[in-house]
């Protein structure tokens, strides 16, 4: 079992940049995809970002591609996301989750055991 935490949210301008972690407790986390989600207020929570165990695979929906990157440093099990060029639209609570599945890059809500709390991102325009 893990536990995950996330950090780095906060208050940014349009076109600026934050860096969010995921840390997460226990052992081998490199045995475990992650994924990072994100909640707009009034909407479903969306996929965002997801990368493989080792990190060696990503994927990213369409609307971050390009200014959002993921990557993980095994070492201190923790996951990041790079959120650059950010836009009002990026708003939402951003969560992260994951999977012993660690060859995959999973996409879907339901296909993550574990969740971390959340940490709220806010663009003004």
């Known amino acids: 079992q893990v536990q995950l935490v996330e950090s780095g949210g906060g208050l940014v301008q349009a076109g600026g940049s934050l860096r969010l972690s995921c840390v997460a407790s226990g052992r081998a986390f490199s045995r475990y995809a992650v994924g990072w989600f994100r909640q707009a207020p009034g909407k479903e929570r969306e996929f965002a970002a997801a990368?493989?165990?080792?990190?060696?695979?990503?994927t990213y929906v369409d609307s971050v591609r390009g200014r959002f990157t993921i990557s993980r440093d095994n070492a201190k099990n923790t996951v990041y996301l790079q959120m650059n060029s950010l836009k009002p639209e990026d708003t939402a609570i951003y969560s992260c989750?994951?999977?012993?599945?660690?060859?995959?890059?999973?996409?879907?809500?339901?296909?993550?055991?574990?969740w971390g709390q959340g940490t709220q991102v806010t663009v003004s325009s």
């Open positions: 990368i493989t165990g080792s990190g060696s695979g990503t």
């Open positions: 989750a994951a999977d012993q599945s660690f060859a995959s890059i999973l996409k879907g809500q339901m296909e993550y055991d574990y």
